[in-house]
């Protein structure tokens, strides 16, 4: 029988060709009996209507409610994920319907901890102050402009899961100190990596930049709050390529106005797009990218590649490797 798959027109570039390249595609040759397309408009939810079309979607920013999967003639099989996180996706109403649910994480490990070392480099290094001076004159003022070095300083990460360790890796040879707060990470694995895992708020006190790197959920909405981040140092940068509303947005734009802390590179936000009147957006000791700045050719390929695997595999009565639901095979 013809296995019917959907994927998201957010997955396509201005000129309406895949983002990840048409390579990955050829993944999909694995089974013949597939019959995908690319949905008709660009949505912001999977609709009912559409978990009665098709036996899988291929999703990237549209969330998956439970009213999306409510209906009897819910015919989905699979939701993959393009990306690892799945903060937009009701895990629980999949498992209650059945449907798999999967996602990308190893593919996106190693450009998230690349793109969080280019936000930290860039802060040290003063790259848009600099910038500034040469666009507007001001060579002679680039005295006043000193960095960072990294190699007295420390770096901490909330989350020790993929990101976190890959991040561990890359980092060791910059910074003099490693530290982590996770909840749910061995102390002998972060140890093995050259950190050191101690409570949150000795981390937010102690580090010289703060990058998060952990899951949006109920336990991590608002993580960084006010409080944490009045624990910073005055000379202290925050990094975040996670989700947006694991930081309090207004707090943290009133401490990087009151100049409590140094700066912040954010990638992502509370709400996306972001809001053209957004006081960050005035900002000048702040970096900001659109949720984009580990989004590379090899990114995007690995991620759909490993996504659409997933797919295939269900649409064979396999069991995928990347499951985020498990229970679902209960």
Same mark, same amino acid.
């Given at each position: 029988?013809?296995?019917? $798959?959907?994927?998201?027109?957010?997955?396509?570039?201005?000129?309406?060709?895949?983002?990840?390249?048409?390579?990955?595609?050829?993944?999909?040759?694995? /089974?013949?009996?597939?019959?995908?397309? &690319?949905? !008709?408009?660009?949505?912001?939810?999977?609709? !009912?209507?559409?978990?009665?079309?098709?036996?899988?979607?291929?999703?990237?920013?549209?969330?998956?409610?439970? *009213?999306?999967?409510?209906?009897?003639?819910?015919?989905?099989?699979?939701?993959?994920?393009?990306?690892?996180? &799945?903060?937009?996706?009701?895990?629980?109403?999949?498992? +209650?319907r059945g449907i798999v649910l999967t996602n990308t994480p190893y593919a996106i490990r190693r450009p998230v901890a690349v793109a969080a070392l280019t936000m930290i480099f860039a802060l040290a290094g003063r790259l848009p102050t600099k910038d500034r001076l040469v666009r507007q004159n001001r060579w002679h003022e680039r005295t006043n402009h000193m960095g960072l070095g990294l190699?007295?300083?420390?770096? =901490?990460?909330?989350?020790?899961?993929?990101?976190?360790?890959?991040?561990?890796?890359?980092?060791?040879?910059?910074?003099?100190?490693?530290?982590?707060?996770?909840?749910?990470?061995?102390?002998?694995?972060? /140890?093995?990596?050259?950190?050191?895992?101690?409570?949150?708020?000795?981390?937010? =006190?102690?580090?010289?930049?703060?990058?998060?790197?952990?899951?949006? /959920?109920?336990?991590?909405? @608002?993580?960084?709050?006010?409080?944490?981040?009045?624990?910073?140092?005055?000379?202290?940068?925050?990094?975040? $390529?996670?989700?947006? !509303?694991?930081?309090? +947005?207004?707090?943290?734009?009133?401490?990087?106005?009151?100049?409590?802390?140094?700066? *912040?590179?954010?990638?992502?936000?509370?709400?996306?797009?972001?809001? !053209?009147?957004?006081?960050?957006?005035?900002?000048? /000791?702040?970096?900001?990218?659109? @949720?984009?700045?580990?989004?590379?050719?090899?990114?995007?390929?690995?991620? *759909?590649?490993?996504?659409?695997?997933?797919?295939?595999?269900?649409? $064979?009565?396999?069991?995928?490797? @990347?499951?985020?639901?498990?229970?679902? &095979?209960?």
């Amino acid at each position: 029988m013809t296995f019917k $798959l959907g994927i998201t027109r957010d997955v396509l570039d201005s000129q309406g060709e895949p983002s990840f390249g048409k390579a990955a595609l050829k993944v999909l040759d694995a /089974n013949k009996e597939i019959a995908w397309e &690319y949905l !008709p408009e660009r949505i912001t939810e999977v609709s !009912p209507d559409l978990a009665s079309r098709y036996d899988g979607l291929y999703v990237n920013s549209p969330k998956v409610t439970r *009213a999306s999967v409510g209906r009897a003639d819910c015919k989905l099989k699979i939701i993959a994920r393009h990306g690892v996180g &799945y903060d937009s996706v009701d895990v629980t109403a999949l498992t +209650e319907r059945g449907i798999v649910l999967t996602n990308t994480p190893y593919a996106i490990r190693r450009p998230v901890a690349v793109a969080a070392l280019t936000m930290i480099f860039a802060l040290a290094g003063r790259l848009p102050t600099k910038d500034r001076l040469v666009r507007q004159n001001r060579w002679h003022e680039r005295t006043n402009h000193m960095g960072l070095g990294l190699t007295t300083r420390t770096i =901490g990460l909330i989350g020790a899961g993929g990101i976190g360790e890959e991040l561990l890796k890359l980092a060791k040879p910059f910074f003099a100190r490693m530290l982590t707060a996770d909840p749910y990470a061995k102390a002998a694995r972060v /140890n093995e990596l050259g950190a050191e895992l101690v409570p949150l708020d000795r981390l937010m =006190g102690e580090a010289d930049f703060v990058v998060v790197c952990c899951l949006l /959920n109920d336990e991590t909405f @608002h993580l960084v709050n006010a409080a944490r981040l009045a624990l910073m140092k005055p000379s202290a940068f925050l990094v975040s $390529l996670a989700r947006g !509303p694991i930081i309090d +947005e207004p707090a943290l734009i009133q401490a990087l106005r009151d100049n409590r802390i140094a700066g *912040a590179g954010i990638d992502v936000f509370e709400k996306e797009p972001v809001d !053209p009147a957004n006081p960050l957006l005035t900002l000048d /000791n702040v970096i900001l990218t659109p @949720h984009a700045l580990c989004w590379t050719d090899e990114c995007f390929h690995d991620m *759909a590649a490993t996504g659409l695997k997933s797919i295939v595999d269900v649409s $064979l009565g396999k069991r995928p490797v @990347h499951v985020v639901n498990p229970d679902v &095979y209960q």
